[in-house]
């Protein structure tokens, strides 16, 4: 039996993932720079996250390798990944981002079949083709809303997401992912922190549209999600919550469009669903 909690608190997951471009945009628009966006991002976001875990009695910190790969992978993985992210919202729509970079997954297991020999099957295949052939439409037949700056930024930011994903599926396989997350946010927050200081581009939000563009993208766009995924994830298979995921990047192209006026074509709307396509292909079982 359909468990519709389950699938409605992942639905959650996927709208608040999905907002992120749009606040991205949004601090951009108020001259937020991007070490400071993701510095008080990481920040608040650890915050909550520690929080949520202690009322839960699940919050625990790790020690040796498991500390020092989990502390790795936040500020090598999920903050360049985060940083690449926001950089190419600089060159595109929040929509084309939101698109581009759902093709994570099939990243995830292209590299699983190059470093982890893992069987490559048709259907593996099948999903790179319609994803590479929605990300080739998007970016060809779309010159007013992809940049190809924009395009290597954020194709680099899904192969880093999906590095970072293989990495921690094979370094810390024991090791909940809620707990993990606890740990890659603070160290994503350090390394913004290093990275911003020795570039002098780090500011203090002063008014209060901004301290709410970093709320909303520390909320709204990071621990809520968070603790909604973990909390469908309790209820629903992994594949199925990885399937219903697939609308966040569906929400990124219509808030886009909503409050930011961005431009949704034709091309737009079929590659991206070309994208999603070999995204739902690759994790159907």
């Given amino acids: 039996m359909t468990d519709r909690v389950g699938i409605a608190l992942v639905v959650v997951s996927a709208v608040g993932f999905g907002t992120l471009g749009i606040f991205g945009k949004l601090a951009a628009d108020v001259g937020l720079s991007i070490p400071t966006v993701l510095?008080?991002?990481?920040?608040?976001a650890t915050a909550l996250v520690w929080a949520g875990l202690a009322a839960r009695g699940r919050l625990r910190r790790f020690s040796g390798r498991d500390l020092l790969v989990g502390l790795s992978l936040g500020a090598l993985g999920y903050a360049v990944m985060?940083?690449?992210?926001?950089?190419g919202l600089s060159f595109m729509t929040a929509g084309l981002v939101g698109i581009l970079l759902y093709t994570y997954p099939v990243f995830v297991v292209a590299l699983s079949a190059l470093l982890l020999g893992e069987r490559v099957t048709r259907r593996t295949g099948a999903a790179l083709v319609l994803a590479l052939t929605g990300v080739a439409l998007i970016t060809g037949g779309d010159p007013a809303g992809a940049d190809l700056r924009g395009i290597v930024i954020v194709l680099g930011a899904a192969v880093v997401y999906a590095s970072y994903i293989t990495a921690s599926r094979v370094a810390l396989d024991a090791v909940p992912a809620d707990q993990l997350t606890a740990h890659v946010l603070p160290a994503a927050a350090c390394a913004y922190f290093v990275f911003g200081s020795t570039t002098g581009t780090i500011s203090v939000p002063r008014t209060l549209f901004e301290w709410a563009v970093i709320a909303g993208i520390a909320v709204l766009a990071t621990?809520?999600?968070?603790?909604?995924?973990?909390?469908?994830?309790?209820?629903?298979?992994a594949s199925r919550a990885s399937i219903v995921s697939t609308v966040e990047p569906v929400v990124t192209l219509l808030l886009g469009a909503a409050i930011l006026a961005e431009p949704v074509t034709p091309v737009?709307?079929?590659?991206?669903?070309?994208?999603?396509?070999?995204?739902?292909?690759?994790?159907?079982e």
């Fill in 82 to 87: 985060s940083g690449l992210y926001f950089w």
């Fill in 39 to 44: 510095l008080f991002r990481f920040v608040l």
């Fill in 268 to 284: 737009t709307v079929v590659g991206g669903g070309l994208v999603l396509a070999g995204v739902l292909l690759v994790q159907v």
């Fill in 223 to 237: 621990a809520l999600p968070i603790f909604t995924f973990f909390a469908g994830l309790g209820r629903i298979a």
